[in-house]
């Protein structure tokens, strides 16, 4: 697979969110199933692999997805990029002494559940936690030069929370919610990240399965730890509403033999050069259908009338990244 940056890292133009694993999307699977189909995505050339401490079913514990994530790579650990994100909040660091002895209790933490010495790339998961953020980047600029972290990064934030904390440690990526139907990053974030040299990160690059055409006012979601059940595009009147979208992205999937979702990945990876999705699944198939993305090559004159067709459609649901 064709290879991006993030920073300093060298990753495959496509990751792998690992969420689904542990939670968001139902009952989850067997956890010998999601090894495999994390090995599976290592061996078809993914190199970047995305969790997090607080991923684990219905959101009650620490770690349930950190440790799958960990068993599955641990063998290839050289070839793999693992990124992972820490809340953190204000009590914590006066508990601590300091931001930075906080930070680094939840890294120690997470790197013995994934089983590494390093973390190739570090996220703050919000920053609600009433922690200034330049004390947050010191923090992760001490850890970059005692080398248990590679780079940090910062998720659904804004260009005035980015700019802060660039200008104390440099960053190696950002992590917001970007999509066909989730655009705002285009106005400012983008661009910023461009100017300075960080990778953008869409979650949700589908649109939580959306944009796959896969969905529709018929589909219904599980009850129990689903998020399908409240994204703001994947309400029944919503899903009608935006069904335009799903027309235009078969037009160019048959054109292209390709599927709806890897038009809807191709057309960012297209748009910009410093744009590394991590779609999410916890079926096997689909995860390779996601990472073939990186296969389909739209031409200018392709991705030009397939972007004009996009702005003349209206999106109806917003989530947005400011919170």
């Not at 919610?177 to 990240?193: G, H, L, T």
């Not at 009608?240 to 992205?249: S, T």
């Not at 259908?289 to 296969?295: I, P």
Request: aromatic residues 8%.
């Amino acid at each position: 697979m064709k290879t991006r940056q993030l920073g300093d890292l060298t990753v495959s133009e496509v990751g792998m969110g690992c969420m689904a694993f542990s939670h968001g999307y139902g009952k989850i699977p067997p956890e010998q199933y999601s090894i495999d189909a994390i090995r599976n995505a290592y061996r078809h050339g993914c190199t970047l692999f995305d969790t997090a401490e607080i991923y684990s079913p219905n959101l009650a514990g620490i770690g349930h997805n950190e440790r799958i994530v960990g068993k599955a790579l641990k063998d290839v650990r050289k070839g793999v990029a693992l990124a992972t994100k820490l809340f953190l909040d204000s009590s914590e660091a006066r508990t601590e002494g300091s931001v930075y002895r906080a930070v680094r209790r939840h890294l120690e933490d997470s790197m013995d559940r994934l089983q590494t010495d390093m973390v190739d790339l570090y996220y703050l998961h919000r920053t609600n936690g009433g922690v200034r953020i330049e004390d947050v980047a010191e923090a992760m600029g001490m850890l970059i030069e005692e080398g248990m972290i590679r780079g940090w990064g910062l998720s659904q934030v804004d260009v005035d929370i980015i700019d802060r904390a660039q200008k104390v440690t440099p960053l190696s990526a950002i992590q917001n919610i970007y999509s066909m139907v989730e655009r705002d990053m285009e106005k400012a974030v983008i661009p910023y990240c461009m100017e300075h040299g960080i990778g953008v990160v869409p979650f949700s690059p589908i649109g939580s399965g959306l944009l796959s055409g896969k969905i529709t006012t018929e589909t219904k979601f599980e009850r129990n730890d689903d998020v399908r059940n409240w994204v703001p595009q994947l309400s029944k009147a919503n899903i009608a509403g935006n069904w335009p979208i799903i027309d235009l992205l078969k037009e160019y999937a048959e054109m292209k033999n390709a599927t709806s979702a890897q038009i809807s990945l191709a057309w960012m990876l297209h748009k910009y050069p410093n744009v590394v999705p991590i779609p999410g699944s916890k079926n096997k198939e689909r995860i390779i259908e996601n990472l073939d993305a990186s296969k389909v090559e739209l031409t200018e004159e392709e991705f030009s009338s397939l972007e004009e067709a996009l702005n003349r459609c209206k999106v109806y649901g917003h989530r947005g990244f400011r919170r």
